[in-house]
């Protein structure tokens, strides 16, 4: 397995990206009105296009990719090409491998400790601020 990120803070919505997008992600990119959104959706496709000139170096760019229907995603071209994306906060990552393959990361937020003084007993609070 092989890793691919992006750091979102990179990306220029005012460069030339678009060129690179596939269809399908541009109509996703399109339908988002929150910035961070479509940087997110252009961090991830950027990651998969590493991923794929990195391992596939005679791959068309823009790749055409579809979901599968238990959600995965799936390059057109090159079905035995195994890749799972995942963004949160400031990066997009892209897990690739000869199998199929899961990717997630998640911003680590400093918990809101009101919800856990509203719904735990006194000892399940205290022990988790220890």
């Known amino acids: 397995m ?4 992006v750091d979102l803070r990179d990306i220029d919505l005012n460069s030339d990206w678009q060129r690179f997008m596939s269809k399908a992600r541009m109509d996703k990119i399109n339908k ?4 961070k959104s479509k940087l997110a959706s252009i961090g991830a496709e950027i990651a998969l296009i ?5 391992n596939i170096p005679d791959a068309e760019i ?3 990719w579809e979901y599968l229907q238990n959600g995965k995603p799936r390059l057109l071209k090159y079905p035995n090409f195994f890749y799972n994306i995942s963004h949160s ?7 690739v491998s000869d ?11 400093k918990p809101d400790m009101r919800i856990a003084k509203r719904y735990f007993t006194e000892d399940e609070y205290n022990y988790i601020c220890k």
């Open 62 to 64: 823009p790749v055409s």
């Open 32 to 35: 988002y009105k929150q910035e």
């Open 89 to 95: 906060g400031d990066y997009a990552i892209c897990a």
């Open 2 to 5: 092989k890793l691919y990120t």
């Open 50 to 54: 590493k991923a794929v000139r990195d």
């Open 99 to 109: 199998s199929e393959v899961g990717v997630d990361i998640q911003k680590i937020r």
